[in-house]
Each structure stands twice: as C-alpha cells, then as structure tokens.
C-alpha cells in the first residue's frame, strides 16, 4: 500500500525505555526520518537514518531499520516528561523534479511522571 | 537558525471565502512545501515548489492552488473554502536534493465555518 503506518499512541513511565514502530513502503527510500512536534508547534528533525545503516545511535536516542521488512523504530532510552510530543516517521520518495517525504500518522506519545 | 514563518496561527473564515495562508523562509531554500495535518492521519502533502513559479501537486491538491513568485515565499490559496477545509496547515522549506532537512513553520490552524 501507500500508506507508511505507525501505532496512533503509546504511553510509557518516566525513566523507561519508549519504542515508537514505523512501516513504510518504498524499499528505495535513502533516507528515512524521524519527526518529533511538541504541542502547539511544528515539525522538527530529531534524527534519520541512511538506508543502508542498520543502526544508529545518537545519545538517548536509537534507529533500527529492517530493510528486509521495511521497518523502523525509534527506541528513546530514560524517557522524560519533556519527551511528550507526537512522533513521525518519514520515507523518501523520489522521482519528479525533487524528492518528497511521506509521512506516517504520527504516534503519540504520553510519559506519565 | 533556518526560519520559517507562517503569517497566521489561527484563522476562522466562512464557507465559500477565498483564504490566502502565506510562508516566509529566510534560508535561499529552494523547495517549498504545503501540508496538512489530521488526527490519525499524519501529514499529506499538498503542493510543492522545487523554484520560483514552479509547482507540483502533491497527494492532496484538489481545492487548493499555490503561488510562488519570490524565492523566499510561498503561499497557499483556497479558491472557495469549504469545511472539509478545516485543518492544520504546515509549510516546510529545505535545500533541493535528497537528504536535507525539511524546516518546518509553526501552522496555521484554520477553521471553515
């Protein structure tokens, strides 16, 4: 399908681990993406992934990619409060004049203290 | 810091009016994009702009047309708004080629009554 799918929410403690899942759809995607919007605000860039990189690590933050399965995770290790927001994946698509991103449905995800 | 600027958080017009929602960036980015953002179903591309009065449509163009006649703005206009139109609208800019960063602005909520 079209569609690049996530879990609409998810809802963890303070201090464990958070793990957001992404399916997405074009096994020729180069980059895929991971959003983060804060309520009230728009997208910002919290961190991608080569496609040809199983793995990546930045800080508290940790991309898996399963380019057999098309997919995507997000695990943010020692969640906090202020990691509340709605979290999007996003797959390349390319062709036309320039490359687009397609966006998933977003998950929400809600860290009670 | 890239900026992008959206010239209305919050709009309420009525069916039928003709609705300019207007983005600024101030990066010298080339692409240009129109989303819109609906619970449970992410972010949908409208249109886009790889250049100075140069247009694609995205996934989504029915009802809305753009224009881009400066390098640094881009607006979105819908012709004859109608209440299906309600939503948040997002403008994005970034570099052209693959793998930059989309910047996101803050959205404009529109409501159609």
């Known amino acids: 399908g079209e569609d690049v799918e996530q879990s609409l929410f998810l809802s963890v403690r303070e201090g464990d681990s958070s793990v957001i899942n992404c399916t997405y759809t074009d096994s020729s995607s180069t980059y895929l993406y991971w959003y983060k919007q804060e309520p009230g605000a728009g997208l910002q860039l919290l961190t991608y992934i080569f496609s040809n990189m199983d793995m990546k690590q930045d800080q508290r933050l940790t991309v898996l990619l399963n380019k057999k399965d098309k997919h995507l995770s997000l695990r943010i290790a020692d969640t906090q409060t202020g990691d509340s927001a709605i979290y999007f994946c996003?797959?390349?698509?390319?062709?036309?004049?320039?490359?687009?991103?397609?966006f998933g449905t977003g998950t929400l995800l809600a860290v009670q203290p | 810091d890239v900026k992008v600027t959206q010239s209305s958080r919050y709009l309420v017009k009525r069916t039928g009016e003709k609705v300019f929602l207007e983005c600024v960036q101030d990066?010298?980015?080339?692409?240009m994009f129109w989303y819109r953002q609906d619970p449970g179903l992410g972010l949908r591309l409208i249109y886009f702009s790889y250049d100075v009065k140069m247009k694609e449509k995205g996934d989504i163009p029915e009802g809305y047309s753009v224009s881009r006649e400066k390098k640094e703005r881009f607006s979105l206009i819908l012709e004859s708004a109608s209440t299906n139109q309600t939503s948040m609208y997002l403008c994005a800019s970034s570099l052209l080629g693959v793998g930059y960063e989309q910047y996101f602005g803050p959205g404009t909520r529109l409501t159609v009554t």
């Open positions: 990066m010298d980015h080339e692409n």
């Open positions: 996003a797959e390349t698509k390319h062709g036309g004049a320039t490359n687009k991103l397609i």
